[in-house]
Nanobody, 119 residues
Framework: QVQLVESGGGLVQAGGSLRLSCAAS????????MGWYRQAPGKQRELVAT???????NHAEPVKGRFTISRDNAKNTVYLQMNSLKPEDTAVYYC?????????????WGQGTQVTVSS
């Protein structure tokens, strides 16, 4: 059974830092592209950052230079280091694991972790 368990969210003041973790189990291998997405109240879920199986990263424009995605394949864990947090970063952050081949697409989500940035 696939599980993605996020942790590390919380309440922080503007300018502060948090590190989110996502522990994957149940068949999620290093071949998966891992990502972080977020959803603020009343808004659609949006991409924050992704990291491929080879370690290539992609960060959305609003977080470039402030957030960094990384992964530890030995621990089956992906991280999101968030620095210089702003109130507009407040959202539920979701971990995603995605794998695509000729057989189809496998797409899994965690339950989310709340990040609240106070001004």
């Amino acid at each position: 059974q696939v599980q993605l368990v996020e942790s590390g969210g919380g309440l922080v003041q503007a300018g502060g830092s948090l590190r989110l973790s996502c522990a994957a189990s149940g068949g999620i291998s290093s071949m998966y592209t891992m990502g972080w997405y977020r959803q603020a109240p009343g808004k659609q879920r949006e991409l924050v950052a992704t990291i491929s199986s080879s370690g290539n990263t992609n960060h959305a424009e609003p977080v470039k230079g402030r957030f960094t995605i990384s992964r530890d394949n030995a621990k089956n864990t992906v991280y999101l280091q968030m620095n210089s947090l702003k109130p507009e970063d407040t959202a539920v952050y979701y971990c995603n694991a995605k794998f695509a081949n000729f057989a189809g697409i496998r797409d899994y989500w965690g339950q989310g972790t709340q990040v609240t940035v106070s001004s």
